[in-house]
Nanobody, 119 residues
Framework: QVQLVESGGGLVQAGGSLRLSCAAS????????MSWYRQAPGNQRELVAAITSGGMRNYADSVKGRFTISRDNAKNTVYLEMNSLKPEDTAVYYC?????????????WGQGTQVTVSS
């Protein structure tokens, strides 16, 4: 059974920092691309940051220079370090694991963790 368990969300003032964690089980973590998405009320879910199995990273323009994604394959965990937080970063943040096979894709989601940034 695949589980992605996010933690680290909460309430923070603008300019503050949070570190999200996503612990994975039931997958070969090192072979999966890991991503963080977010969804604010009334908005579509959007990609925030991603890291491939090889360690390549990409970020949404809105978080470049403020957020850092990293992974620890020994701990089966992906992190999102969020600095200089803004009220517009308020959303539910979801962890995603994606494995692309030869002719299939496995895609898994966590339950989400709320991040609220007050002005």
């Amino acid at each position: 059974q695949v589980q992605l368990v996010e933690s680290g969300g909460g309430l923070v003032q603008a300019g503050g920092s949070l570190r999200l964690s996503c612990a994975a089980s039931g997958i070969i973590f090192s072979l999966n691309a890991m991503s963080w998405y977010r969804q604010a009320p009334g908005n579509q879910r959007e990609l925030v940051a991603a890291i491939t199995s090889g360690g390549m990273r990409n970020y949404a323009d809105s978080v470049k220079g403020r957020f850092t994604i990293s992974r620890d394959n020994a701990k089966n965990t992906v992190y999102l370090e969020m600095n200089s937080l803004k009220p517009e970063d308020t959303a539910v943040y979801y962890c995603n694991a994606r494995y692309t096979g030869r002719d299939y894709v496995d895609n898994y989601w966590g339950q989400g963790t709320q991040v609220t940034v007050s002005s």
